[in-house]
Structure formats: structure tokens, C-alpha cells
């Protein structure tokens, strides 16, 4: 079945560090890819998507770029803030069943000022 | 802007009791969504619903039951509790297909099954 994989259970960086939060996938065809951002005490917030191979997905300053040859959708931001200390999904949904998202385990990322 | 709330935020049941968790959307989207939260899993699609009067099996629907009587409400009921369903449970509501498709989730139930 469909599958997301996060690396990092937690990363920890300094205020201005380069972030990078690895994301796989596992899954047919072309899914839809999607990062989500979760601040403590409140659900998941979405934060952008992609659909289609090298397609680039960008918001606040985080991006990510849909790369089928590697199956994977890494979060990229150049200089992180403390504000930016959240726990961080990747998920992935298909066609027309764009709703049913699945998210991998979670990324907590402490930024530290 | 979307707002879907949950009740309650907090609960405490025994084991073999009946617990009940609702949400409302003010969003008028079709789709409502049930996911758990644990550590290690992210989050898991237990049910949904494409509108009023349907509910469909997620990834996870044992031990669940959910109820879509309105557009605005949907209700995720576990009529016989057990410690193993201890977690924090989210609501979501969108609208899925489009190039806008989003969830909005609510803001949790922390479950805990004693």
C-alpha cells in the first residue's frame, strides 16, 4: 500500500541554519505530495503541495520539489527561525481521493535562538 | 475563515464504556474526516464522509463507528472503549479534487482510556 517515510524523528538547529527534513514515498503512479505544519496545542495546518514530477511546492519560506525518480519530497528552508519549532508531516493522497491523505510518522523540529 | 471545531477537548473513559467525539465544520465542505494521532504513526485515517447520511472506512475503522448527519456535523463513537484507543483524535473538512485542495483540522481530543 501507499506509504510516506520520514527519516528524522527530530531536528535539532540553530537560529539561520539551513533546514532539511527528508521525505519518501512509496506509491504508484503520480500522488499528490504535501507538507503540513503542526504547532503545539493545534492541529495540522496545511502548508503546500505538489502534484506532478518537479513540480515545486512553496510557502513561509519552506519549499519542497517533487522529484518520481527518487520518490521523494524533501522540506528545504534556508534560514530557520524559532518560530519555525513545529513537528512537520509529509503525506501523500491520490487522485480523487485527494482527502484521504497519508502522513508519514512526523519530523519535530526545535529551533533554538 | 474554515473553522472546525471539536468537542470535547478532553476526556476521560473507561474501559468497556461508550465515548462519543463531535466536530463542526463551518466551511460547508462536502468532506469530513476522522484521523488518529500517535507517536511513531503520524496521523491515521479512521473514517470519512463524502456528505450528509455517509460515512466510509478509513485505514484504521476497527472499533470505530462514525455518524454524518448534517453537512456541519460528523461524530466518531467507540461503543465499547479500550485502553489501546487512548490517543489524540483530529477532525478535518475539505473540499477534496481541484488545485486547492486542503484539509482543515480541527484542534484535537485527547482520548485517554483507563
Known amino acids: 500500500g501507499d506509504s510516506v517515510t520520514q527519516t528524522e524523528g527530530q531536528v535539532a538547529l540553530s537560529e539561520e541554519d539551513f533546514l532539511t527534513i527528508h521525505c519518501n514515498y512509496s506509491a504508484s503512479g503520480y500522488p499528490a505530495l504535501f507538507w503540513y505544519v503542526q504547532y503545539p496545542g493545534e492541529g495540522p495546518q496545511f502548508l503546500f503541495r505538489?502534484?506532478?514530477?518537479?513540480e515545486k511546492g512553496s510557502s513561509r519560506g519552506f519549499e519542497a520539489t517533487y522529484d518520481k525518480g527518487t520518490t521523494s519530497f524533501h522540506l528545504r528552508k534556508a534560514s530557520v527561525q524559532e518560530s519555525d519549532s513545529a513537528v512537520y508531516y509529509c503525506?501523500?493522497?491520490?487522485?480523487?481521493?485527494?482527502?484521504?491523505?497519508?502522513f508519514g510518522a512526523g519530523t519535530q523540529l526545535i529551533v533554538i535562538p | 475563515e474554515a473553522a472546525v471545531t471539536q468537542s470535547p477537548r478532553n476526556k476521560v473513559a473507561v474501559t468497556g464504556g461508550k465515548v462519543t467525539l463531535s466536530c463542526n465544520q463551518t466551511?460547508?465542505?462536502?468532506?469530513m474526516y476522522w484521523y488518529r494521532q500517535d507517536t511513531g504513526h503520524g496521523l491515521r485515517l479512521i473514517h470519512y464522509?463524502?456528505?450528509?447520511?455517509?460515512?466510509e472506512k478509513g485505514d484504521i475503522p476497527d472499533g470505530y463507528k462514525a455518524s454524518r448527519p448534517s453537512q456541519e456535523n460528523f461524530s466518531l463513537i467507540l461503543e465499547l472503549a479500550t485502553p489501546s484507543q487512548t490517543s489524540v483524535y483530529f477532525c478535518?473538512?475539505?473540499?477534496?479534487?481541484?488545485?486547492?485542495?486542503?484539509?482543515?483540522f480541527g484542534a484535537g481530543t485527547r482520548l485517554s482510556v483507563l
Open positions: 505538489a502534484s506532478r514530477d518537479k
Open positions: 466551511n460547508n465542505h462536502n468532506n
Open positions: 464522509s463524502y456528505g450528509a447520511g455517509s460515512t
Open positions: 478535518a473538512s475539505g473540499d477534496a479534487g481541484g488545485s486547492q485542495n486542503t484539509l482543515y
Open positions: 503525506a501523500l493522497a491520490r487522485g480523487s481521493a485527494l482527502g484521504r491523505l497519508h
